[in-house]
């Protein structure tokens, strides 16, 4: 208790994009949770009591900060709305997959898996270690979260239209037909072709990917963070 004394306090006016990252990691844990775990059940989004806790433990372990009840009901509340903004794009973006025929869903699959399978290699420190940041003064911790969070977003986009592919793909009649060792090499031949292109090629349609996201993250609705 007495060395919690000595963290800095999470606030707005010095750690605007600290917080903006926290609540987009707060609109994915509700994301997973309503989408993921519980298949877009309408009841189902974590509890603020709960939300609050969890992100608690993160400021304090995995930043070594501390911040308000207060605090932790905004970056909570921000980030149910957040996810809630995300859920209205998918839908809207379900509506087009969904009128796809087979064949494009398959097509349109393939360069999204792609792009999944370079994320390592293209985001080598996506996972999150709190000695990168370690030392930075308040300046230098919003200009790498401001990165982050933008790169964070970038990736849940891309994860997110992964969803609704592989979700209107497996309901599919033609999916359901096909054996389990065809549904698994559904999407092989145009990976295959993905993997045969020249590089020049296959970074231009990585790109596309990241800039489509790119363009929902410029035009999110900031009034879902903290210092607009």
Known sequence: MILGLFKEKLNVNDHKHVINYIISEEANQQWTYHVV??????????????AKNVLNSFVTMNLNMKASDEMLGIIADLGYRKCREWLDTYNALNKKVSKM?????????????YYADSMPERYPDF???????????????NI?????????NIVMYVQREMNCYSKNLIN?????KLSRLEQDHLLDTELEK???????????????LEDKAKKDFEKRNKFNEVGH
Do not use: C, H
């Open 37 to 50: 775990e519980n298949d877009f059940n309408k009841e189902a989004f974590r509890g603020l009591p709960f």
């Open 101 to 113: 025929t087979f064949k494009d869903l398959v097509k349109n699959s393939a360069p999204i898996l």
């Open 127 to 141: 996972g999150f270690n709190p000695n990168a940041f370690k030392g930075l003064n308040n300046t230098q911790l």
């Open 144 to 152: 790498y979260f401001g990165k982050r969070n933008q790169d964070y």
């Open 172 to 176: 599919r009649k033609e999916y359901q």
């Open 194 to 208: 993905i993997k045969k292109m020249k590089k020049k090629q296959q970074n231009e349609l990585i790109k596309k």
